[in-house]
């Protein structure tokens, strides 16, 4: 199994870690509301649903990985890693302290440099993690689209 994938599968077991931790500790206190473009509908989830989420997806990409159904070099499997979870961590952090910041009743505003993490989490984290998914579906495309022995 390649090092990549290894990598993949760790990143996929911390993910449940972190969801299961969130659910221990702030089941009744961290909620998210959740509605879909065009419903009325509004759906409420824990802080732990995203982790379960990303750790699926990682561990789906471990899978193919490990298994050889996706040939890439090791260099593009460890930036599609690198870049996918700083992204998600990034976002994570951002979107964590931007909960903190808002459930704050300060009679100030809150800080100039609460606010910068807050959009460099908000906005960089998703911009890395799509930076990722480009460079593997470029990457994917060049290995099909290759010459075939």
Not at 4 to 24: P, T, Y
Not at 35 to 55: D, F, N, R
Not at 90 to 107: D, S, W
Not at 121 to 132: D, E, I, K, R, T
């Amino acid at each position: 199994m390649s090092r990549a994938a290894n990598l993949f599968a760790g990143a996929s077991a911390a993910l449940v870690i972190l969801g299961l931790l969130l659910s221990k500790f702030f089941a009744t206190r961290q909620l998210m509301s959740v509605t879909w473009p065009g419903s009325k509908a509004t759906h409420v989830i824990g802080c732990e649903v995203p982790c379960y989420g990303l750790a699926g997806l990682f561990a789906l990409f471990a899978c193919a990985y490990a298994l050889s159904w996706i040939r890439l070099s090791e260099a593009i499997m460890a930036w599609h890693l690198w870049m996918s979870l700083s992204g998600v961590a990034l976002f994570g952090l951002g979107f964590a302290l931007l909960g903190h910041v808002a459930a704050r009743n300060a009679v100030r505003g809150p800080s100039q440099g609460a606010l910068l993490a807050v959009a460099i989490g908000m906005f960089v984290g998703p911009m890395f993690f799509l930076a990722g998914q480009l460079i593997f579906v470029v990457a994917l495309i060049r290995v099909s689209a290759g010459p075939r022995y």
